[in-house]
């Protein structure tokens, strides 16, 4: 009676290796491998300092954003 749990252990293993051989279910295959897509292009390089002129704060309103409310305020007074 002592043996019986380590022999059916032995059997169930010797019987699941004859119909299940290593490798042959579904989880095991390799992964296909990986698609290599080439990066896209970067932009040209573009330096804000190399600008041909200086900036006009009338025209670029990002150069000066506190202008806007001190024109509105001058305009109301």
């Known amino acids: 009676m002592n043996d019986l749990i380590p ?12 119909h299940f051989p290593a490798g ?4 095991l295959a390799p992964p296909p491998a990986p698609v290599v897509r ?10 804000p300092y190399g600008l041909d002129g200086p900036l006009d704060g009338d025209v670029s309103a ?7 409310d001190t024109l509105a305020h001058e305009a109301a007074a």
């Open 24 to 27: 042959a279910g579904p989880g």
């Open 62 to 68: 990002l150069v000066r954003p506190y202008l806007g």
């Open 38 to 47: 080439p990066a896209p292009p970067l932009p040209a390089h573009r330096s």
């Open 7 to 18: 022999r059916l252990a032995a059997w169930l293993r010797s019987w699941l290796d004859r």
